[in-house]
Nanobody, 119 residues
Framework: QVQLVESGGGLVQPGGSLRLSCTASGRVFSIYTVGWYRQAPGKQRELVATITSGGTTTYAESMKGRVAISRGETRSPVFLQMNSLKPEDTGVYLC?????????????WGQGTQVTVSS
């Protein structure tokens, strides 16, 4: 089992920046990919960015150049730096961890952190 807790959301003006954090606990060693997703009101959950245990990153085309996913030497925490925020970036940002432990694969979600971009 892995538990994920997101933090760092809030209200920001258009053009502003936020840095989100995803802190994992439990069997953290089993995590091989961490992703950030966005759930906007009335829309499907969409991928923002991912980072593997080896440090490989991927980004949604709509967010490229404005976000950066990173982590330190360990698998947790994972950060999402968001710049030049737009009102359409508003939503709940959720952290996801995909794990592989003793041959079994699983996925875990945090509760999310609200990001509101508004003047």
């Amino acid at each position: 089992q892995v538990q994920l807790v997101e933090s760092g959301g809030g209200l920001v003006q258009p053009g502003g920046s936020l840095r989100l954090s995803c802190t994992a606990s439990g069997r953290v060693f089993s995590i091989y990919t961490v992703g950030w997703y966005r759930q906007a009101p009335g829309k499907q959950r969409e991928l923002v960015a991912t980072i593997t245990s080896g440090g490989t990153t991927t980004y949604a085309e709509s967010m490229k150049g404005r976000v950066a996913i990173s982590r330190g030497e360990t698998r947790s925490p994972v950060f999402l730096q968001m710049n030049s925020l737009k009102p359409e970036d508003t939503g709940v940002y959720l952290c996801n961890a995909e794990t592989q432990d003793m041959g079994e694969m699983d996925t875990f979600w945090g509760q999310g952190t609200q990001v509101t971009v508004s003047s």
